[in-house]
């Protein structure tokens, strides 16, 4: 899987996996028409002006060559320093298989790498499952606003990260599969390597046992740390160096 800015050749596939995900997601409280009237308001002519907008990020995912889900956030404020997710979408044929936290965790981390000093997520009141998504990674409810979608005015939550825990990590947890084995994966303690970030796995979701590094780049725990504290993923030469707060160096 593959996590990278959208080009205007993603165009056609972004606007199709919007429409597969409102058709999907949201029949129950938008029509066809409305839906309709979202994609060209959002993805028609202007949207290559929104693509070169130094404020605008558009993140999409790559399976085997294919685009299957994308993310639309922007800086705002002043000084550019909030960051807001506004929309996520997964196409319905790949939902529960970790692409959408996966890409909720690049999309937060490349805001961050922007400037924010806040990360604030959208969601429509009436999807549950949406709202659910962000509850169970690491947000919460915070306000609400309201939102025009075609024609008609629909209401927003609004969500924020939750309290950093005691050990100041952000409280992300996912349950990922890799080799026929689960580990529970925690976005929030991550370590920077060459092509991606790796992140610590434990056996458990409580975080008791910590097992292995999670290679952000091909989802693989086959690595091995050195004495001086470097990672190399043997799947695919992502490398962590070490640094001068590893155990090496104390």
């Known amino acids: 899987m593959e996590i990278r800015e959208a080009t205007d050749a993603d ?31 959002w993805y028609g002519d202007s949207f290559s002006d929104e693509l070169d907008d130094d404020r605008a990020l558009f993140l999409v995912v790559e399976r085997d060559g294919e685009v299957v889900a994308f993310s639309e956030s922007e800086l ?10 506004l929309w996520l979408h ?3 044929d790949h939902r529960g298989g970790g692409t959408g936290v996966r890409l909720l965790v690049h999309t937060r981390e490349r805001l961050l790498d922007e400037g924010a000093e806040q990360i604030q997520c959208f969601v429509l009141e009436d999807n549950e499952g949406g709202n659910q998504f962000y509850r169970d990674h690491g947000f919460e409810h915070a306000g609400q606003r309201e939102v025009e979608i075609g024609s008609e005015t629909f209401t927003e939550n609004v969500y924020v990260e939750s309290d950093l825990e005691d050990d100041g990590e952000w409280g992300a947890i996912d349950e990922v599969s890799v080799d026929g084995e689960t580990v529970y994966v925690s976005y929030g303690e991550a370590a920077r390597g060459s092509k991606s970030l790796f992140y610590t796995a434990y056996k458990s979701a409580d975080r008791d046992d910590r097992y292995a590094w999670f290679c ?17 993923c043997n799947s695919c030469g992502n490398r962590r160096k070490a640094t001068r707060w590893d155990a090496s160096y104390l």
């Open 11 to 41: 165009t056609d596939a972004i606007r199709s996996i919007a429409r597969d995900s409102l058709n999907s997601t949201y029949t129950d409280f938008l029509d066809e028409d409305t839906i309709d009237d979202a994609i060209e308001q």
């Open 76 to 85: 705002v404020g002043q000084r550019a320093d909030t960051g807001q997710l």
């Open 216 to 232: 952000g780049n091909c989802d693989s725990i086959d690595n091995a740390m050195d004495a001086m504290g470097r990672i190399e």
């Open 90 to 92: 997964v196409h319905s």
